[in-house]
């Protein structure tokens, strides 16, 4: 990475730990390798990326329903699924200065050859396989008979699962199941902050299809995806589609690309969108004995679906959305950072402020504050330090709105509403705030 981006990075990890987005976690006992703690603008944050996937993928659709399954699954799952055998990293050690990564990873020389990212030493050692599943075990018996994973993906319930959902809900073709939740890795290599972690958030949906339609859902999932992103705020030319090789393609995978996303160290992947054909299913049928093909009622037939995967990651997506959004602007000879968050992504949607802490507005702003709390909004009240302080706190945190009580409100009822990103300053009645904060919540609804 360029010095320049670098500092990039370093800027958004100390914004993260200075305003409680992302901690290290267990920081008092030095921390743990690649593993992190959000904090309380971090949490809203996440919930609201996750919130909004579930409302365009699941709550906007008739086709699409959710579930919420056990992390651990029974360990034949993985071994159908592949996993057991082959989730996999290939793995050197550079001799010359004892870094170690993935292979697949290596940058390559002229000739194609793979050298160290570190040192440029063609020196490696011979590539080694490490498996990624997290393993622990069921019961008291430390044996392997009860070994089982912690799950690395969130995608095989739904495949488990098929027959339960298609039949409890009647879904007939297309028809999609989704679910979000934590996955888990045991990542070698792990890189730039939350980017690549031990544990981690994924949104996945398997949008079941006719073998023949796979094509064309494929297409639509991908642009789908790619739009959900700047949608909700990431500059579109920081994102692309990149279709994958064939030579990279997943043994199961008839097409795959990645929604990519330009972080400051180069184009890296938010989400895979994978034509999955009928594997998966096929796999479970084959390794349970039972019989997980679609009846379709029109033509009496019995088939197995083609699937089409969008898999995405709740931190890289929050990460992403911070990278993009954070600028730093002068201000009358003074540095501002600002995080120019999509209001409905912001942790908080207004700050209720009271100029000074006499004459009733602390009062008065906390009659505000509670307005929006009956309406849902994520509102705060703040009374510490000078105004213009507490007005740059907001602007860190991606606070797009700040309403601030002062002595005419005692008078007329109008407050100050400040804009995040012009710094605009309007009076407004009281009374209208919630209207316009909840105006600007909804701008980016349509889908
Ligand atoms: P990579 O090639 O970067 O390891 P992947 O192709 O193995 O990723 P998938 O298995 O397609 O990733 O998982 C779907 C999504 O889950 C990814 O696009 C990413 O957003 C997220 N994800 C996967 N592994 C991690 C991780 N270790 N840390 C954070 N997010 C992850």
């Not at 002229?110 to 622990?136: I, Y």
């Not at 981690?200 to 991908?222: C, I, L, N």
Request: hydrophobic share 35%; glycine share 6%.
């Amino acid at each position: 990475m360029a010095d320049k981006e670098g500092e990039l990075m370093q800027k958004i990890v100390s914004l993260c730990k200075r305003r409680g987005f992302v901690f290290q976690s267990s920081e008092i006992y030095g921390g743990l390798r690649s593993l992190y703690d959000y904090g309380p603008l971090g949490v809203e944050m996440k919930r609201n990326i996750r919130n909004l996937w579930w409302r365009d993928m699941v709550h906007c659709r008739r086709d699409v329903v959710g579930i919420d399954a056990s992390i651990i699954m029974s360990p034949k799952v993985w071994e159908a699924s592949g996993h057991v055998a082959g989730f996999h990293d290939p793995l050197v050690d550079c001799k010359n200065c004892k870094n170690r990564f993935r292979l697949d990873h290596a940058p390559k020389d002229e000739a194609g050859k793979p050298v160290c990212p570190d040192c440029g030493s063609h020196d490696l050692s011979a590539p080694r396989q490490f498996n990624l599943m997290f393993k622990t075990n069921l019961g008291p018996v430390e044996d392997s008979g009860h070994a089982v994973y912690l799950r690395p993906e969130t995608a095989q319930a739904m495949f488990v699962d098929f027959v339960n959902v298609q039949q409890t809900y009647r879904l007939k073709l297309p028809f999609g199941i989704a679910q979000q939740g934590r996955s888990f890795r045991n990542e070698i290599v792990v890189e730039h902050f939350t980017y690549r972690s031990c544990e981690f958030e994924q949104m996945e949906m398997e949008f079941f299809v006719k073998p023949g339609e796979d094509e064309k859902w494929y297409e639509y999932w991908k642009n789908f995806r790619l739009n959900w992103y700047s949608k909700y705020g990431v500059k579109a030319e920081n994102l692309h589609l990149r279709p994958h090789e064939k030579d990279e393609l997943s043994h199961y995978a008839k097409a795959c690309s990645d929604v990519e996303y330009k972080f400051p160290w180069g184009f890296a992947e938010l989400e895979g969108i994978a034509n999955r054909t009928d594997y998966d299913l096929n796999k479970h049928a084959e390794a349970s004995g039972k019989d997980l093909r679609y009846f379709d009622p029109d033509t009496q037939e019995k088939f197995y679906p083609y699937v089409i995967e969008p898999a995405a990651g709740v931190d890289r997506t929050f990460l992403a959305m911070l990278v993009d959004a954070y600028a730093e602007e002068e201000v009358k000879g003074e540095n501002r950072v600002v995080l120019k968050l999509n209001p409905e992504i912001a942790p908080i949607k207004v700050a209720v402020l009271p100029l000074v802490r006499k004459e009733n507005m602390p009062e008065k702003a906390q009659e505000i504050v509670e307005t929006f709390w009956a309406e849902g909004v994520n509102a705060f009240y703040d009374e510490k330090q000078s105004i213009g302080r507490r007005y740059r706190r907001q602007d860190e945190a991606g606070t797009p709105f700040c309403l601030t009580i002062d002595g005419d409100t005692m008078k007329d009822n109008t407050v100050t509403i400040r804009f995040r990103d012009s710094m605009e300053q309007e009076r407004i009645p009281a009374g209208e705030a919630v209207d316009i904060v909840k105006k600007a919540l909804r701008a980016t609804k349509a889908v």
